[in-house]
């Protein structure tokens, strides 16, 4: 009896502290456990996954916190914005962004839920692009056509590097290798995300090559600012301070025009729903993406005093607004959601739940001599800057 009584005993103390050792869930109702993983190395012939260059590397989850309440929860698998609680009217924390619990969902499904897209994001028409008189060919990972977001198993699907972990910031950084998915130049790269204590989250980007390439680097989250993601969207209202957009052909590449957006449903300069002009149909634009998946040209990149883009959600009053030293924002209503996705809390994700604002360089620069230059050369650091502003509008019409 006394040796049955001394192993439940020590069981017991076991037991407890196990779960003393257990981290507790985010506020977002993560578990920190389900992020931890070890992704194996891409094998020979395949490609890359796990880190860029192919390396297998561990996974967790950051837990980032400020003064105001905020919490920002990052994975190093991608650099990936898991979920940003922000508070509401009310008060009340919401989860704002759209995404998977577990680092495993994040693995298994091809996305770009919260990655940071590198080394170009968006499109590069035609997957080939000219540089000092070079032609280099690139993956046609985008519908056959297209280059899309660096290749395929690119940076969203990399296992960053935690150089510093803070409770309000986190630097993550990535080596790319020369000729990675086509793209010339060995690339070190760093991403920091910062929560202030004004109430925004902060992403900066740094990147040096050692031979002349091009680069284009966003955050593709999926804004919901409800805080619920089976909830479309198509009531937010959103503001874009640009006066023309950068139209594409069928294979949703820019032509290389500069089209006014006065008169059709791309003219966001005064505050709209953002149903509004979503399934116009009759536009060819809205025809061709199944919705809004465009580069708008942003009026006053890098200035401290005019935001980028504002977007509301009435029903909570959490409002975003994105400021940036980028010359353009990709404005995509999530057309190409299906449903097939569970997100977080078993949610299906369909179309037109969120709403991405992407800030960076213009589509297929590399081909558009006219264009903002994605150019980046030895001995010229890239750095930039993009702020997620969150505030509370106390009334229904912001």
Not at 96 to 110: M, Q, R
Request: hydrophobic residues 40%; aromatic residues 10%; charged residues 15%.
């Amino acid at each position: 009896m006394k040796r049955w009584f001394a192993f439940a005993l020590g069981a017991a103390a076991l037991l407890g502290a196990c779960r003393e050792k257990t981290p507790a869930l985010t506020a977002s109702g993560l578990d920190p456990q389900s992020f931890a993983a070890t992704v194996p190395p891409a094998s020979e012939g395949e490609p890359a996954y796990g880190s860029a260059a192919g390396r297998g590397g561990e996974t967790a989850l950051y837990v980032l916190r400020n003064a105001a309440g905020m919490e920002a929860c990052i994975t190093n698998f991608g650099a990936r914005l898991v979920s940003l609680m922000v508070p509401d009217r009310g008060g009340v924390l919401r989860d704002v962004v759209l995404g998977f619990d577990n680092v495993a969902s994040y693995i298994d499904n091809p996305s770009a839920f919260g990655a940071v897209m590198g080394r170009y994001a968006n499109r590069i028409g035609g997957g080939r692009f000219t540089l000092d008189g070079r032609e280099y060919p690139l993956p046609l990972n985008n519908n056959g056509v297209n280059c899309i977001h660096g290749g395929p198993r690119s940076w969203q699907y990399a296992v960053f590097t935690a150089e510093a972990v803070e409770p309000d910031r986190l630097v993550l950084s990535l080596i790319s290798p020369d000729g990675e998915f086509g793209f010339p130049g060995e690339v070190h790269f760093t991403v920091t995300y910062a929560l202030t204590a004004e109430g925004a989250l902060r992403i900066d980007y740094a990147a040096e090559s050692d031979a002349p390439t091009v680069f284009n680097v966003t955050n593709h989250s999926f804004f919901n600012l409800s805080g619920d993601p089976a909830r479309p969207v198509l009531d937010h209202v959103l503001t874009v301070d640009a006066d023309y957009i950068t139209p594409t052909d069928e294979r949703q590449v820019p032509t290389g025009e500069r089209r006014p957006v006065a008169g059709t449903p791309f003219d966001f300069r005064s505050a709209r729903p953002l149903g509004e002009g979503v399934a116009s149909f009759e536009d060819p634009q809205i025809a061709l993406a199944k919705g809004y998946d465009h580069n708008f040209v942003l009026n006053h990149p890098g200035d401290p005093d005019v935001p980028a883009a504002v977007c509301c959600c009435p029903a909570t009053g959490i409002v975003l607004t994105v400021f940036t030293d980028q010359p353009g924002v990709q404005v995509y209503s999530a057309n190409n959601l299906n449903g097939s996705l569970i997100g977080k809390g078993g949610i299906p994700l369909e179309a037109r739940t969120a709403i991405c604002l992407e800030t960076q360089h213009f589509p297929d620069s590399p081909n558009h001599p006219d264009f903002p230059s994605t150019v980046l050369r030895p001995g010229r650091p890239f750095a930039s800057t993009t702020v997620f502003a969150f505030s509370v509008a106390e009334t229904s019409n912001p």
